[in-house]
């Protein structure tokens, strides 16, 4: 069945396991009168902005610092991180039709375009900014 071998790597394994785990922080204990909730350990119900959205927004400001420094493939691999994190937010699908295009690949950036008008379409001003973008993509076909 198991030699001496196999069983002494699995019981290796399952010490390993055992010990892991997601560590948090104890809340500190609430002394009389005492405000703890700006203590690190404490999680706040409900926040303006999620973790997730407040990076995605990181992302895309670096991914553009990136378009204008004229980086593409560092603004498109932020950009994919940012639509992982908040796929809803048409800006990053704009930003990512700017980097195709700045490759020169304007099927993808038709692409992402047509995103960033599914997403955005509820702004004039960034329906004039998608629009824009797509007559530019189509004079460069």
């Not at 980086?71 to 937010?89: G, Q, V, Y």
Request: aromatic share 8%.
């Amino acid at each position: 069945m198991f030699n001496k071998n196999t069983a002494i790597t699995m019981i290796v394994i399952l010490v390993v396991l055992s010990g892991c785990s997601l560590w948090r922080p104890k809340a500190p204990q609430s002394k009389a009168g005492e405000d703890i909730k700006s203590h690190p350990a404490i999680i706040p119900e409900q926040t303006d902005i999620d973790a997730r959205t407040k990076a995605a927004g990181e992302f895309r400001q670096r991914a553009c610092k990136f378009l204008e420094k004229r980086k593409p493939d560092d603004a498109i691999n932020l950009l994919e991180r940012a639509i992982s994190l908040d796929p809803k937010e048409g800006q990053n699908y704009y930003h990512l039709s700017r980097a195709w295009l700045m490759k020169g690949n304007t099927a993808q950036a038709l692409e992402f375009n047509n995103l960033a008008g599914i997403y955005l379409g509820e702004s004039d001003e960034w329906n004039q900014k998608v629009e824009d973008q797509k007559k530019s993509i189509e004079n460069m076909r």
